[in-house]
């Protein structure tokens, strides 16, 4: 039995609330921003710097010659972006060492601009166990609860973050137990029958739902720090 306590909540009320009581916090964006995240800082980025708008990232890729911008508004990378919100578009070595301006829809409308106290991670079936560890250690070390926060979506709700999340509790509250997703067989027909998952299938990004559903393929854990995503090795070894 877990030793910390957790909770679950959805959205930016959500969202605002554990920070107001400041608990670790994992957000979770599944299809796609929460994967694409983790994917682009295991593949080599310095740091994922998340925008709320459109216009303010094309303002701070100014501030970073070298960077990137990356992000999508209705599934689809904006005018004169480099990438999208695909995690396997940063399957590369063309990120290394390079930061990203990262805004998307959901993603980044939720996060807003948090103070810098917060713990905030990112979480995903990509790096389930990572994060989950991740959380009991800083929760032990904070004494704070974890909150697990779902992203949602414009229109409220996305059962794909919901489904994500709860199985990110479950190792959480149960760490020594079997995974309780080892025995989904297919995570990815949960993710490819979301509504969200059903947008992305008609807008050409079936293969990256596939990418999402694998488990523990990275052993890393974004967290926020200085308004940017960075591996926790790298904020707590630095």
């Known amino acids: 039995m877990s030793s910390i306590s957790v ?3 959805s959205g930016p009320d ?9 608990h670790v916090i994992i957000l979770v964006d599944v299809l796609r921003a929460s994967s694409t995240i983790v ?24 501030h970073f010659p070298n960077g990137f911008l990356a992000g999508e508004r209705a599934a689809h990378p904006p005018a004169g972006f480099d990438y999208g919100n695909s995690p396997r578009s940063f399957l590369t ?17 939720t996060l807003g601009t948090p103070p810098e106290t917060a713990t905030i991670l990112v979480g995903a079936f990509l790096n389930i166990e990572h994060v989950a560890t991740t959380a009991r250690t800083l929760a032990k070390k904070l004494q704070q609860p ?6 949602g979506s414009i229109r409220g709700y996305a059962a794909e973050d919901d489904f994500t999340s709860h199985h990110i509790i479950s190792r959480l509250q149960f760490p020594d137990d079997p995974p309780s997703y080892a025995d989904l067989g297919d995570i990815s027909r949960e993710l490819l029958v979301s509504h969200h ?8 990004y079936k293969d ?20 940017a995503f960075i591996s926790y090795s790298s904020a707590f070894n630095s």
């Open 7 to 9: 909770s679950h909540g």
């Open 14 to 22: 959500a969202l605002a609330q554990a920070l107001a009581q400041q």
């Open 39 to 62: 994917t682009a800082l295991a593949n080599g980025a310095s740091q994922i710097i998340p925008v709320t708008t459109v216009e303010e990232a094309r303002e701070r890729i100014y």
């Open 93 to 109: 070595d063309r990120i290394r060492g390079r930061p990203i301006i990262l805004t998307t829809s959901n993603f980044t409308r």
């Open 146 to 151: 974890v909150s697990v926060i779902s992203a």
């Open 197 to 204: 998952g059903t947008i992305l299938v008609q807008a050409g």
């Open 208 to 227: 990256d739902i596939r990418f999402c559903a694998q488990t523990n393929r990275y052993n890393l854990t974004p967290i926020l720090r200085n308004g």
